[in-house]
């Protein structure tokens, strides 16, 4: 079975300042890895994906994530945020036979003037 | 293109009834999927259609919980003798058969007095 730890619920960062959201997993297959962004009062976006191939996968609003098969990681990063980053950011894991999405507990970034 | 649809958009129940949640998916994807967002839980899998092929519903919490897809296309999650422990956010999402990659609907916000 697969799980997803996003160990921080809260990150409270000033605007233009870099942040990382951090995503570990647990797998005992191949993994298809995700990072969706929910503003409020809607739902869920996709925002960047790792399927296979290259590690580092950017999002065109500057997000990038990098898989780290090692580490089991797949940390959400952007060097310089805005003030419209302000949302919910769930990491999930989809592998094996599954085809359902395994979710974190979510990241709530809250970007400050 | 148009985005997975899904109504009502707030629905406000009194426990003991019965519930209808309706998703119209992407057109052209033949998986369907419902999860369920709750302060307590998270986001969960609930169940997930596939063509024709026999739905998984093992994310379903009771039997009181039961969902069917017409046609491959429009899907209805039925929720019988609600509780208030139904409360929750209600997504549907969609996906080619060949993607790894579900796309949201805005949710149901079920509350349930």
């Known amino acids: 079975a697969q799980s997803v730890t996003q160990l921080d619920s809260q990150v409270p960062v000033f605007e233009e300042a870099p942040v990382e959201l951090r995503c570990n997993y647990s797998?005992?297959?191949?993994?298809?890895l995700f990072w969706y962004v929910q503003y409020p009062n809607q739902g869920l976006q996709l925002l960047l994906k790792?399927?296979?191939?290259?590690?580092l996968v950017e999002s065109i609003n500057g997000f990038e994530a990098e898989f780290n098969k090692s580490q089991t990681s797949f940390h959400l990063r952007k060097p310089s945020v805005h003030i419209s980053d302000t949302a919910e950011y769930f990491c999930?894991?989809?592998?094996?036979?599954?085809?359902?999405?395994?979710f974190g507990t979510g990241t709530l970034l809250a970007v400050q003037p | 293109g148009a985005g997975v649809s899904q109504s009502p958009s707030n629905k406000v129940t009194e426990k003991g009834k019965d519930v209808e949640l309706r998703c119209d998916p992407i057109?052209?994807?033949?998986?369907l999927y419902w999860y369920r967002q709750s302060l307590g839980q998270g986001l969960e899998f609930l169940i997930y259609?596939?063509?024709?092929?026999?739905?998984?519903k093992s994310g379903l919490p009771s039997d009181r919980f039961s969902a069917e897809r017409t046609g491959g296309s429009v899907s209805t999650l039925t929720i019988q003798r609600t509780q208030q422990e139904d409360s929750a956010v209600y997504l549907c999402?969609?996906?080619?058969?060949?993607?790894?990659?579900?796309?949201f609907g805005p949710g149901t916000r079920l509350t349930v007095l």
């Open positions: 259609f596939q063509g024709n092929s026999a739905p998984d």
């Open positions: 057109s052209g994807h033949t998986a």
């Open positions: 797998s005992s297959v191949s993994v298809y």
């Open positions: 790792y399927l296979s191939g290259s590690t």
């Open positions: 999930a894991v989809k592998g094996g036979a599954t085809n359902k999405l395994i």
């Open positions: 999402a969609s996906s080619l058969v060949e993607s790894n990659t579900q796309y």
